[in-house]
Nanobody
C-alpha cells in the first residue's frame, strides 16, 4: 500500500518562508516523477513544480525564482522550499508521484500566507 504524507505547512507572514516535505512509503520502484500542486481557495488545483528522476525541474511562472523543488530518492521524499511567500500562495499543497508503479497523491497540507 503506497502512502504519501505531506508535512511542513502552516501560517506564515508575507515575505516569509516554509519548507514542505512529502514522504512516500510502500514505493517499490524507482524513477518516479515527483510533483507539487496547490489548490487556492475557490480555484482549481494547479501544478506548482515538478522534478524528474534525473533532477531536471520545472516551475509555474508564478513561483519561478521563489520556490525550489528537490528530491531524495534514498528516502523517497520530495521537498518544496518556498521563499518570499505572498498571500496568493495560500492554499492546500499536494504532492504527487507518477511512475511505472502507479500514480499517487498525498492528502495535502495547508499553507496560509497572511499578516
Amino acid at each position: 500500500q503506497v502512502q504519501l504524507v505531506e508535512s511542513g505547512g502552516g501560517l506564515v507572514q508575507p515575505g516569509g518562508s516554509l519548507r514542505l516535505s512529502c514522504a512516500a512509503s510502500g514505493i517499490r520502484s524507482s524513477g518516479y516523477i515527483m510533483y507539487w500542486y496547490r489548490r487556492a481557495p475557490g480555484k482549481q488545483r494547479e501544478l506548482v513544480a515538478l522534478i524528474l528522476s534525473g533532477g531536471n525541474t520545472n516551475y509555474a511562472a508564478s513561483v519561478e525564482g521563489r520556490f525550489t523543488i528537490s528530491r531524495d530518492d534514498a528516502k523517497n521524499t520530495v521537498s518544496l522550499q518556498m521563499n518570499s511567500l505572498k498571500p496568493e500562495d495560500t492554499g492546500v499543497y499536494f504532492c504527487r508521484f507518477i511512475g511505472a508503479g502507479g500514480d499517487y497523491w498525498g492528502q495535502g497540507t495547508q499553507v496560509t500566507v497572511s499578516s
